[in-house]
């Protein structure tokens, strides 16, 4: 391997070891994630099915022992819409019960772990496997840095680096704040990984000093807020796609469709008997969606990442302009870069105006988030990769 001058070879070899050591390590957790949604599985299926008798025998006592009256309560809602609440009033308590639509959404799961303590061994085994790569992941970034002197995110392959260590980081740092964000650890380990393995096999390029134009304190400020916004849009992205997930299995449950796991339940339709293969399919993704959040949690989720993060990213670009014209003496050229960091700015603008002005909530914002993130996604890997533009100057 052929090193620049001005760099020390020994600490970019340090750095590239440590680096495959944490993704060893990140291996060993998502399989300790793995275990956890699995041996979580039975646990998570018997809390509720035991809520659900007990609320079953509770109710049904309540309407043998007790004179029960109804009250029907219209609430007039947002454009001239209505809410129908059912009030139901158990005589001589004077206790009153609100039910209306589907308020069962609003009820988070119970975790990856359910309540087992093996599933929730391998959690916490898990987590502090994360926090070990986390810290083997620093360790590669700081000596990458220190090869070089210089901030270590000037190419594509240090920027990936970074951008995994930023999601990583912030999930530790959210459950050092005691969220209960658990259920994000496996996403958060596969695409790590996945980051990583594309940063290491595709996007590497040797420890190296950087070409005049990168020699700014621009550098620390507009790629870090970058790398920061980076992860916060996957977070969000992660959050809207278990949105639709749960939106999707909540419907589909509504609808009774599958009311053929229950026990002495038939389990066929138009004659046809359900395949063995899709019955375990069904049983573990309602297993799976009932251990996970409620769909509008991660709606909210998703809004409030995008919305905080919003700005951090108009900032960015701001950054990169004034930057561009101390390089290259104008702010802005539409270059590729440029280009699709602005189309990924006006796709968020639009998600966030359709949420706060048209009220948009549910699968049609989820889809406008979606289509932001992609451009996002395009605006990181396909720009740099596939066109050639003022930004191939750090290479690939």
Known sequence: MH???????????LSNKLIYSAMAVYTIAMFAHMFEWTFGSKGAVAVRSKEQSGNLAETVAAAETKAAKKVTVTVAGAKGGTTTLTRTVLAGEGATVVTGGRAD????GPGAAGTSEKADLAGRIAISLTVLALLLHGGG????????????????YEFSCAFAFAMTAAYVVLLAARKNVRWLGLPVTVAVLLTLGIATQVLYTDSEQLVPALHSYWLAIHVSTAIFCGGAFYAAFISTLLYLVQDSYRQRADEGKYEFLRPGALRSHDGQKYSQTRIALARIRVSVCNRLPAASTFDKLSYRINALVFPLWTFTIIAGAIWAEAAWGKYWEWDPKETWSFITWVA??????????????GRKAAYLALAAFACWLFNYYGVNIFVTGKHSYAGI
């Open 3 to 13: 090193l620049a001058s001005g760099v020390d070879p020994q600490l970019a070899d």
């Open 105 to 108: 959404e609003d009820v988070d």
């Open 141 to 156: 970034i700081v000596a990458r840095g220190l090869s070089v002197s210089r901030w270590p995110w000037g190419n594509m």
């Open 348 to 361: 968020y603008a639009c998600y966030l105006h359709a949420r706060a002005t048209a009220g948009w909530k």
